[in-house]
T-cell receptor, first 109, second 114 residues
Framework: GQNIDQPTEMTATEGAIVQINCTYQTSGFNGLFWYQQHAGEAPTFLSYNVLDGLEEKGRFSSFLSRSKGYSYLLLKELQMKDSASYLCAVMDSNYQLIWGAGTKLIIKP | DAMVIQNPRYQVTQFGKPVTLSCSQTLNHNVMYWYQQKSSQAPKLLFHYYDKDFNNEADTPDNFQSRRPNTSFCFLDIRSPGLGDAAMYLC?????????????FGPGTRLTVL
């Protein structure tokens, strides 16, 4: 079967750095997405990785290793507004998005 | 601003009473998706349209139907809602289904079944 694993919940301090990991096993691979979802709201797109390596976009960076079936989302200079769930999703060989359950990130002052 | 709009934002229905959720988009995207998301769970794809081509997920109950009368609009019909259908329903669009095409989500409709 196909599955995406990410931690259920993480806690970090305002101003710090946090890394959210995602491991996947899917039928084929056509890219990995990270979405942010605030409570009660819709997911919003953060990043897309299809080649190995690090993609940086402001305070957020996303890393991919296809051989290890692994990605992480790195958030720097954490702000209170970063408190949200972060969803990892992998596009399989049929171009279907396989979603993780999300990691709830709690930011403390 | 180009966007995905869902109406209503909150819907309350009674057990067994049909309900229709609507989604519209101004992005002119080819693909429209309907997801069901329950608290602290991954979004679950119900079906998607590539233009007028309907694609149903194998495990989507027959109780859920969809219509896409034109490029801009898509509807989700729940014929006989049960208590287990209470969830957030998310509509999303993408330009194409291939890799790299991010999905743009509407704000969602939260369905309560009494």
């Amino acid at each position: 079967g196909q599955n995406i694993d990410q931690p259920t919940e993480m806690t970090a301090t305002e101003g710090a750095i946090v890394q959210i990991n995602c491991t996947y096993q899917t039928s084929g691979f056509n890219g990995l997405f990270w979405y942010q979802q605030h409570a009660g709201e819709a997911p919003t797109f953060l990043s897309y990785n299809v080649l190995d390596g690090l993609e940086e976009k402001g305070r957020f960076s996303s890393f991919l290793s296809r051989s290890k079936g692994y990605s992480y989302l790195l958030l720097k200079e954490l702000q209170m507004k970063d408190s949200a769930s972060y969803l990892c999703a992998v596009m399989d060989s049929n171009y279907q998005l396989i979603w993780g359950a999300g990691t709830k990130l709690i930011i403390k002052p | 601003d180009a966007m995905v709009i869902q109406n209503p934002r909150y819907q309350v229905t009674q057990f067994g009473k049909p309900v229709t959720l609507s989604c519209s988009q101004t992005l002119n995207h080819n693909v429209m998706y309907w997801y069901q998301q329950k608290s602290s769970q991954a979004p679950k794809l119900l079906f998607h349209y590539y233009d007028k081509d309907f694609n149903n997920e194998a495990d989507t109950p027959d109780n859920f139907q969809s219509r896409r009368p034109n490029t801009s609009f898509c509807f989700l019909d729940i014929r006989s809602p049960g208590l287990g259908d209470a969830a957030m329903y998310l509509c999303a669009t993408s330009r194409d289904v291939a890799g790299g095409n991010e999905q743009f989500f509407g704000p969602g409709t939260r369905l309560t079944v009494l």
